[in-house]
């Protein structure tokens, strides 16, 4: 299991336009620029994420993309979606026909582990990924770090 590119440069495409969003529209040559992400590879994610409504798009001099919704309302969930970048741990996605067309014995263990990825990513908004570049505590961002060891649990006789 792994993000693919595709998801990883959606995602810092959208900080990168909401940081700068409120000067005007930001052109995907500008992003391009800064980022080494390729035009035509930002053109088509771009695309697909104003389909999906998270960005709209001002055509003309001076002309580039907004956000489509208030950075709090972006998740990173959102994005990866929109972008279609599957986030599946699964071998059989999600069809549970993993081993010779029945469930495989670590089946629950990869579904939960995407339940769980999903929630976080959910979780993350794209404010908090703009806060967490201007050097402020974001601690969505820092729970897995910061997070105590789990009691392990009490064995139950039988």
């Known amino acids: 299991m792994r993000l693919t590119t595709k998801g990883r440069f959606a995602v810092t495409a959208m900080v990168d336009l909401a940081m700068r969003q409120n000067r005007g529209p930001v052109t995907l040559a500008a992003i391009s620029e800064r980022q080494h992400i390729s035009l035509s590879y930002l053109e088509q994610l771009f695309g697909k994420l104003r389909r999906h409504r998270l960005v709209s798009s001002v055509r003309g001099p001076g002309g580039g993309y907004n956000l489509a919704r208030p950075t709090q309302g972006i998740s990173v969930a959102d994005i990866i ?22 469930r495989c ?7 939960t582990l995407n339940a769980k990825m999903y929630d976080y990513l959910s979780s993350v908004t794209l404010a908090d990924l703009v806060a967490h570049q201007s050097g402020k505590h974001v601690a969505v961002l820092k729970d897995w770090r910061a997070a105590e060891p789990s009691k392990p649990e009490q064995a139950v006789a039988a």
Not at 105 to 111: P, R
């Open 81 to 102: 979606s929109a972008v279609d970048e599957p986030l599946d741990a699964t071998q059989c996605g999600g069809k549970e026909n993993c081993l010779d067309d029945k």
């Open 105 to 111: 014995m670590t089946h629950d263990l990869w579904a």
